[in-house]
């Protein structure tokens, strides 16, 4: 998986002249950590982007996600280690290769129970807010 993300990335070297794509290196990703959970951010309007953020997620053993209702479409592909994802109320437990959809206005959560390190990249658009089960809501740093 690691390989592929290897392989998109050395391709944006390759544009044709005079268009500018900047390329984030994983030494350069910003580090956030949050709930537990830490999210390394390698493309977000902080960066340059105006439409897309991405990131690493890196769940640890044992990880109870906190419940959250997106403002707009995620896509996570599962890069190692297994995880149980739960959109508006359906559970369901994906491994590497496998892709979660989360529809804007979802309720979303993500579990780690596994007793081993999961890791997925994550995608979404700028402007991404999380309302938390308490009402409140999050403008995460790895979407600005």
Not at 15 to 37: N, S, T, Y
Not at 42 to 65: D, K, Y
Not at 115 to 134: Q, Y
């Amino acid at each position: 998986m690691v390989r592929l993300l290897d392989y998109f990335v050395k391709q944006l070297d390759y544009l044709p002249e005079g268009i500018i794509m900047p390329v984030v290196r994983e030494h350069d990703a910003v580090e956030h950590q949050l709930h537990g959970v830490t999210f390394n951010s390698f493309v977000a309007p902080s960066s340059g982007s105006t439409e897309l953020c991405a990131w690493r997620l890196e769940v640890a053993p044992g990880t109870t996600g906190v419940p959250h209702r997106v403002s707009h479409e995620e896509v996570l592909l599962i890069m190692s280690g297994e995880v149980t994802v739960t959109i508006d109320g359906t559970v369901t437990a994906l491994r590497p290769g496998e892709v979660a959809f989360v529809p804007a206005g979802a309720m979303f959560g993500l579990d780690n129970t596994s007793g081993a390190p999961a890791t997925a990249w994550v995608t979404t658009s700028v402007g991404l807010e999380a309302t938390l089960p308490d009402g409140s809501s999050i403008s995460p740093p790895w979407v600005r």
